[in-house]
């Protein structure tokens, strides 16, 4: 079963308290505006069109579930009662059940002070408590930030897809990185 240790507190670099822990369905407003934000600035993201609030309650009901099942590792960062960052590992099903897929967002005007770093933590502690092995995620290749963090949280490169994202009329490569914990 996975089960996150949240939720926990941090100071983030510019001083601002934030609050790590599960998403609630109370989150559902936040969440849509989290997830529409990093849409209009066209984020590297694979969503490419604004998400209803029927789409995104359809998807909190079901990532509710899959935490409460123990399938989902969920964390959110909350900054002044809002949530500015969302993060997952979702576990893998038959014989790569010892595998987490890995997501994480931040919410532009909340970057760069340390909240990525304190979620991918959190997510990968988490991971290995609940005796996951291998943590995979799926990055831009222009995402130099991302990058960059995978990285110092220990990923490496296990792979290129040459072209495997269109965005902003431009191919990219998709880029897979992994953790062996
Ligand atoms: C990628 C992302 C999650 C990083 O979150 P963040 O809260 O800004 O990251 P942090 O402040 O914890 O910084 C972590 C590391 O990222 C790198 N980083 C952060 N801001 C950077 C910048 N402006 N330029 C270069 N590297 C940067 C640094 O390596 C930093 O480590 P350091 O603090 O030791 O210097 C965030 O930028 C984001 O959500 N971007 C949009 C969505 C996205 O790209 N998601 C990932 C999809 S795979």
Not at 16 to 34: I, N, S
Not at 42 to 61: F, G
């Amino acid at each position: 079963m996975l089960k996150a240790k949240v939720p926990r507190e941090f100071v983030a670099k510019d001083g601002r308290k934030v609050v790590l822990r599960k998403p609630r369905w109370e989150d559902l407003d936040d969440l849509l505006d989290f997830i529409n934000s990093l849409v209009e600035e066209s984020a590297d993201i694979m969503r490419e069109t604004p998400v209803t609030t029927k789409e995104e309650a359809e998807w909190l009901e079901r990532r509710l579930a899959s935490i409460a099942k123990g399938e989902t590792i969920g964390v959110v960062a909350e900054v002044d009662g809002k949530v500015v960052g969302n993060s997952e590992v979702g576990r893998r099903g038959g014989s790569m059940s010892h595998v987490g897929g890995l997501g994480i967002a931040v919410k532009k005007g909340y970057r760069g002070i340390g909240i990525g770093k304190e979620l991918m933590k959190t997510l990968i502690g988490e991971s290995r408590k609940a005796g996951l092995k291998v943590l995979v995620l799926d990055v831009f290749g222009s995402n130099t930030v991302a990058k960059s963090l995978y990285s110092k949280m220990g990923f490496k490169d296990a792979g290129r897809i040459p072209r495997g994202v269109f965005k902003k009329g431009k191919y990219i490569d998709l880029l897979r990185m992994t953790l062996e914990l």
